[in-house]
């Protein structure tokens, strides 16, 4: 275990709740270690429901691709800590996370911190010292109350898809976490709207209108879509014919369009809109794995394996457009779902296009729902269920019986994240 892995650990402890939305114990951290937030590269922000990291992966892709230096901050992290902070295109270092968190561990001093306020102090620190010409923010929860939420002007926001979720921290309807989401705009800056539900752009643009925030709205300002192989995109620019997004899954077009407009409104053309498309890397959403010890138990049997840590009803609609443009092959998951999700709403869509349902518990992880009841709601939507002890002896018995089929293991980026690392 490292030392920044330990610091960690530690500062788990200085706040009673994991999520406690609120600005009040954020700025007076900053304020203490001279508000770096301020003196941070040309900031994107981005919330949204669905689609924000692969929406930043493809806007980090296209600025890269004109030899633009880019930080970028990110969350949750999948295998190590040290995924949520990219400084100027490359993972943070071990030795530098260490002595950031260490420094701002003795300036808080104990006081009230929860963990993600204090993590995303250490990547504002850490961006704020090292040059770049970018940075890419994304909002951990909400967007109104997010610690991210403390740059007085950035160069541009972005709110992708908006849809029910985590409704104990952003409201039960959709305009309610809509204006939660609407609260990283700001006065003058321009912002870039994904695809929305009609609810959902009506809050976004009273909003707007309040701070007197240019939007450019998807369908209003700028379209994309499929197009034979390809798609295209277009806006008062003009067209640009594209290739499809390399990371899989008809939703990710509507990601690229967002990805595309964001890189026309700093400045960016067709060049960097076809890199964005074709360099994007994004794990666990719809990841194809093709080494490592899972795999090969599962290419004994020639089954394909698959990763996808979406786990709201929204990323289940998504799972499920993309396997049915798949070439046919039986589907069938392992799934692990926390208790704070909408299991039933999730796995709707996905009885519509799977053959059946694998579930396990997620290992090491307080808030896993039982494997039991997991199966039990996969029944109630129609999708054949059984429960495993554990992934290795979900995939061997899946494996082994249906021979020649796409397994997916899915349900919780928390679960990707131990398939990520026990692969690998």
Same mark, same amino acid.
């Given at each position: 275990?490292?030392?920044?892995?330990?610091?960690?650990?530690?500062?788990?402890? $200085?706040?009673?709740? +994991?999520?406690?939305?609120?600005?009040?114990?954020?700025?007076?951290?900053?304020?203490?270690?001279?508000?770096?937030?301020?003196? $941070?590269?040309?900031?994107?922000? +981005?919330?949204?429901?669905?689609?924000? @990291?692969?929406?930043?992966?493809?806007?980090?892709?296209?600025?890269?691709?004109?030899?633009?230096?880019?930080?970028?901050?990110?969350?949750?992290?999948?295998?190590?800590?040290?995924?949520?902070?990219?400084?100027?295109?490359?993972?943070?270092?071990?030795?530098?996370?260490?002595? +950031?968190?260490?420094?701002?561990?003795? +300036?808080?001093?104990?006081?009230?911190?929860?963990? /993600? *306020?204090?993590?995303?102090?250490?990547?504002?620190?850490?961006?704020?010292?090292?040059?770049?010409?970018?940075?890419?923010?994304?909002?951990?929860?909400?967007?109104?109350?997010?610690?991210?939420?403390?740059?007085?002007?950035?160069?541009?926001?972005?709110?992708?898809?908006?849809?029910?979720?985590?409704?104990?921290?952003?409201?039960?309807?959709?305009?309610?976490?809509?204006?939660?989401?609407?609260?990283?705009?700001?006065?003058?800056?321009?912002?870039?709207?994904?695809?929305?539900?009609?609810?959902?752009?009506?809050?976004?643009?009273?909003?707007?209108?309040?701070?007197?925030?240019?939007?450019?709205?998807?369908?209003?300002?700028?379209?994309?879509?499929?197009?034979?192989?390809?798609?295209?995109?277009?806006?008062?620019?003009?067209?640009?014919?594209?290739?499809?997004?390399?990371?899989?899954?008809?939703?990710?077009?509507?990601?690229? @369009?967002?990805?595309?407009?964001?890189?026309?409104?700093?400045? /960016?053309?067709?060049?960097?809109?076809?890199?964005?498309?074709?360099?994007?890397?994004?794990?666990?959403?719809?990841?194809?794995?093709?080494?490592?010890?899972?795999?090969?138990?599962?290419?004994?049997?020639?089954?394909?394996?698959?990763?996808?840590?979406?786990?709201?009803?929204?990323?289940? *609609?998504?799972?499920?457009?993309?396997?049915?443009?798949?070439?046919?092959?039986?589907?069938?998951?392992?799934?692990?779902?926390?208790?704070?999700?909408?299991?039933?709403?999730?796995?709707?869509?996905?009885?519509?296009?799977?053959?059946?349902?694998?579930?396990?518990?997620?290992?090491?992880?307080?808030?896993?729902?039982?494997?039991?009841?997991?199966?039990?709601?996969?029944?109630?939507?129609?999708?054949?269920?059984?429960?495993?002890?554990?992934?290795?002896?979900?995939?061997?018995?899946?494996?082994?019986?249906?021979?020649?089929?796409?397994?997916?293991?899915?349900?919780?980026?928390?679960?990707?994240?131990?398939?990520?690392?026990?692969?690998?």
């Amino acid at each position: 275990m490292g030392g920044s892995d330990l610091i960690l650990q530690r500062v788990m402890g $200085l706040h009673p709740k +994991i999520i406690d939305l609120s600005l009040d114990r954020m700025r007076r951290l900053l304020a203490d270690l001279g508000d770096p937030q301020d003196t $941070l590269p040309s900031v994107v922000h +981005i919330a949204g429901t669905n689609g924000k @990291g692969s929406t930043l992966a493809m806007i980090r892709a296209g600025l890269e691709s004109a030899g633009q230096r880019v930080h970028a901050y990110t969350s949750p992290h999948l295998a190590r800590f040290h995924e949520r902070i990219r400084l100027s295109g490359t993972l943070i270092p071990e030795e530098s996370l260490s002595n +950031i968190l260490t420094e701002i561990e003795e +300036i808080n001093a104990g006081r009230p911190i929860t963990f /993600f *306020e204090l993590t995303t102090a250490a990547a504002f620190l850490a961006f704020s010292r090292h040059p770049a010409d970018f940075t890419l923010l994304e909002v951990g929860l909400g967007g109104r109350l997010d610690a991210t939420n403390v740059v007085a002007r950035p160069a541009l926001t972005v709110i992708t898809p908006v849809s029910i979720d985590h409704t104990q921290y952003l409201g039960d309807t959709l305009p309610k976490i809509a204006a939660e989401k609407a609260g990283i705009l700001k006065r003058g800056v321009t912002g870039i709207i994904a695809p929305q539900q009609e609810p959902a752009l009506e809050v976004i643009e009273r909003q707007a209108a309040r701070l007197s925030a240019p939007l450019q709205i998807a369908g209003q300002h700028w379209h994309a879509g499929p197009e034979g192989d390809g798609m295209v995109f277009q806006d008062e620019r003009g067209l640009i014919d594209l290739p499809r997004p390399v990371l899989p899954g008809p939703h990710q077009i509507e990601n690229a @369009g967002t990805a595309i407009a964001a890189l026309r409104a700093l400045g /960016f053309g067709a060049p960097e809109a076809e890199a964005a498309l074709n360099n994007a890397s994004w794990p666990a959403r719809m990841q194809r794995l093709r080494e490592g010890p899972l795999v090969e138990a599962a290419a004994a049997q020639s089954c394909e394996l698959w990763l996808d840590g979406g786990h709201n009803p929204a990323g289940g *609609e998504a799972i499920a457009a993309t396997l049915s443009q798949m070439p046919p092959k039986p589907v069938h998951l392992i799934c692990g779902m926390l208790n704070t999700k909408d299991v039933i709403g999730y796995l709707r869509p996905l009885a519509r296009v799977a053959d059946s349902l694998t579930a396990i518990s997620i290992p090491g992880e307080a808030n896993t729902l039982p494997a039991e009841t997991t199966a039990g709601l996969a029944a109630k939507v129609g999708l054949p269920a059984a429960t495993a002890p554990d992934l290795g002896t979900a995939l061997d018995r899946l494996a082994s019986a249906n021979p020649v089929s796409r397994i997916l293991i899915c349900g919780s980026l928390y679960l990707a994240g131990r398939v990520l690392t026990d692969n690998g």
